[in-house]
């Protein structure tokens, strides 16, 4: 519920990207070009994400109509505007405001901290294999016999996080390389399987015998929960 993201943006480009960019890190996002009527349904959501220059009805009126609805929903305001008496109006009804360009890596981050603040810390813990768990709420992953954070490169990180949105399923490396590196996979290119190695080396108690990520001969891989 937390990760549920309503995201209201008007440009097509920032949206698409952005909604892609979100959901690779772990967040379930519905994207709405306009937020006419987007009170109805915001209490399915655990955090909003609106830009102020929509169509019809402008941010600013959105967002108090979503404030009035669901109190407890936090709103991040994700905007071209950058004046402070913009900022000010945003500030009167969100609980954070970002401007236009923005790098997604400060975008998530401020998203963690609503998520944290709205109580957003109790969370579901996956197990992998006997000694493996990740935090999905924070995506953090842990070795259950010390308790201590297994560490992930950002690649290392996404690829997990791909196949735990899609557990028990045989993706075929292609579909995989295309969805972290947003392009197009070029026949005998080593990359994914380096990076799967060096996350098995991570997270398998034998890395050469894995039992966390399978590998379906001449196909792709699986992670089973």
């Known amino acids: 519920m937390k990760r549920k993201i309503l995201y209201i943006e008007?440009?097509?480009?920032?949206?698409?990207y952005l909604k892609e960019e979100l959901e690779q890190r772990g967040f379930s996002v519905q994207w709405l070009l306009s937020g006419d009527g987007a009170e109805k349904e915001v209490n399915q959501y655990g955090i909003v994400i609106l830009d102020i220059m929509?169509?019809?009805l402008d941010g600013f009126t959105v967002g108090k109509r979503l404030k009035k609805a669901a109190p407890a929903v936090p709103i991040l305001l994700l905007t071209a505007r950058?004046?402070?008496d913009?900022?000010?109006?945003g500030l009167q009804f969100a609980d954070d405001y970002l401007t236009k360009p923005f790098h997604t890596d400060e975008l998530v981050a401020r998203l963690e901290v609503l998520i944290r603040r709205s109580g957003g810390t109790h969370s579901e813990r996956i197990s992998l294999g006997n000694y493996i768990e990740v935090?999905?709420?924070v995506q953090m992953v842990f070795d259950k016999r010390t308790g201590e954070e297994i560490i992930l490169t950002g690649k290392q990180h996404h690829i997990l996080m791909y196949f735990l949105r899609h557990p028990n399923q045989v993706l075929p490396k292609e579909q995989i390389y295309e969805a972290i590196w947003k392009e197009t996979y070029i026949t005998g290119d080593k990359?994914?399987?380096v990076h799967i190695h060096r996350l098995r080396q991570k997270l398998?108690?034998?890395p050469n015998s894995p039992e966390i990520i399978e590998t379906l001969k001449g196909i792709g891989y699986r992670v089973k929960l």
């Open 82 to 84: 950058t004046s402070i």
């Open 86 to 89: 913009d900022k000010v109006e």
């Open 135 to 137: 935090d999905s709420e």
């Open 10 to 16: 008007d440009n097509e480009k920032i949206g698409s």
């Open 54 to 56: 929509l169509p019809g």
């Open 191 to 193: 990359t994914l399987m």
């Open 204 to 206: 398998e108690r034998h």
